[in-house]
């Protein structure tokens, strides 16, 4: 992405499963909400001028009804894909996070599912169609994630005979696995080819991106270098990018003042204590058990702490139409006792960010994590601890001023939570100055190299 709203008149389609706004019908009248999700926060306040969100609306939408969505999203420059609810959820829930997400975050234990996979390459031929459309000559397209890995392909091939040059970027918001757990899947080989239609595939990590070159090179057959692929002709280029947050949005929000007011009654009701503050997803991939567990070890061996503190655990319902997903609600209501805060508004959020000294993640696999972002951009003052689990891709930016921990072991947990709540005021200072200047300098805006805008 261009990073300077001046520097490029280039329009830029986006293309993701979910766009900014979520269609769903109220009193008989459709209505647009905002979005929710890592993917749709991480991209949200794009730093270009010219573009084009694309995507699936949310619902099925009749086509003599289609005029109307398509005059609200375009005030947000969003457009709808249209799918049928039957089609979209076999893609969305069927293929995409019933086998696709396990895959990406080294879950074993996936089965493959055949009607599932006609309709992800059902949708995925449908966004093609769409954006071979809208696409004018010149315009850069710009692909998200693991709902659309055939895409980039099946773009390539419509621009083609349309004779459009359009270049085409791909970014994947998860991890990508090693070769054995990405084999594991009969169709790997479809979607490897499907990725390696666009001109530049980013990732969070380069542990991402050696694992996608050893999988090129295995399973296709692909020439690989360091940073690019060749396959088909076509050589692929790699890069690395860390996905940052807007700091300001933070800081700014906490002189606002009903966050000072609620920063006070928080700070009063919890007057003495030593807090822990988490924010997940409802997600099998973000070790919640493993959390309370490492919690519950450190009370056990640090008894003298049990009225000193406090753990407050914010989840996010998500991805509730999944089985595995339906059963670690019931587990995590199970031990947590209970969730705190079905819907928390971004000014309870970031109040309480903010007066809390440790911030624990305890993810299994993370693409990134932008919540260890969040809570830095929100400890100015207190300068808290990030307790943050070595298998999420903000590790490999942030590992010098954190407490790296493995979630599989409680004992650990224990430690660096003891840890954090001993450490000097120096030690804390020094470790949050390092995090501050990450955050800050690697905020939302994301740059493509020049040599992709001109293709
Ligand atoms: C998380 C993942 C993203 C993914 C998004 C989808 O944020 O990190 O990789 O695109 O979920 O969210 P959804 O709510 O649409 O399933």
């Known amino acids: 992405m261009a990073d300077d709203k001046r520097s490029s008149k280039q329009r830029v389609i986006i293309a993701s499963n979910r766009i900014p706004l979520s269609i769903d019908k109220f009193d008989g009248k459709y209505r647009a909400t905002p979005s929710s999700g890592g993917l749709v926060t991480a991209l949200r306040g794009l730093s270009v001028a010219n573009y084009l969100w694309l995507g699936w609306p949310g619902i099925e939408i009749g086509e003599t009804e289609r005029e109307e969505v398509d005059a609200t999203l375009a005030k947000e420059n969003t457009a709808a894909v249209y799918l049928s609810d039957k089609v979209a959820q ?205 919690f519950q070890v450190f009370l056990d061996e640090h ?30 209501s199970r031990l947590a006792g209970q969730i705190i805060g079905k819907y928390v508004s971004f000014e309870e959020l970031i109040a309480l960010y903010s007066i809390s000294d440790v911030c624990l993640i305890s993810s299994h696999r993370d693409g990134l994590n932008l919540v260890a972002s969040e809570y830095v951009a929100c400890q100015e003052k207190r300068h808290g601890v990030l307790v943050l689990s070595e298998f999420t891709g903000a590790a490999t930016f942030m590992k010098g001023g954190s407490l790296l921990i493995n979630p599989s072991d409680a004992r650990t947990i224990s430690d660096m939570l003891h840890k954090a709540f001993t450490m000097g005021s120096e030690e804390r200072k020094t470790n949050y100055e390092e995090l501050r200047d990450l955050v800050n300098t690697h905020t939302r805006y994301i740059t493509i190299p020049s040599g992709i805008m001109r293709k």
């Open 303 to 332: 008894p003298e702490w049990a009225e000193e503190v406090v753990l407050i655990q914010i989840v996010i319902p998500s991805r509730e139409d999944v089985a595995r997903y339906k059963d670690l609600k019931e587990e995590v």
């Open 90 to 294: 076999n893609h969305y829930n069927g293929f995409s996070n019933e086998i696709l997400w396990p895959i990406l975050h080294y879950q074993s234990g996936v089965h493959m599912n055949f009607e599932a996979w006609t309709a992800y390459r059902q949708v995925n031929e449908v966004f093609a169609d769409r954006i071979g459309e809208e696409a004018k000559d010149g315009d850069l397209i710009w692909v998200h994630d693991y709902h659309l890995l055939l895409l980039p392909s099946m773009l390539r091939e419509r621009l083609k005979s349309q004779k459009k040059c359009c270049p085409i970027g791909f970014f994947l918001h998860t991890p990508f696995p090693v070769d054995d757990f990405w084999r594991g899947l009969p169709v790997q080989r479809d979607l490897l080819r499907g990725i390696l239609g666009s001109d530049i595939i980013g990732f969070h990590t380069d542990e991402y991106m050696k694992n996608f070159i050893g999988a090129c090179k295995i399973l296709i057959g692909a020439d690989v270098m360091e940073q690019s692929v060749q396959y088909d002709n076509h050589t692929v280029q790699l890069h690395k990018y860390f996905v940052g947050i807007d700091p300001q949005k933070f800081t700014e929000a906490l002189k606002d003042q009903a966050v000072i007011s609620r920063v006070q009654e928080l700070e009063s009701l919890y007057k003495g204590k030593t807090i822990i503050i988490g924010v997940d997803r409802l997600d099998y991939t973000k070790g919640l058990p493993e959390k309370f567990n490492g």
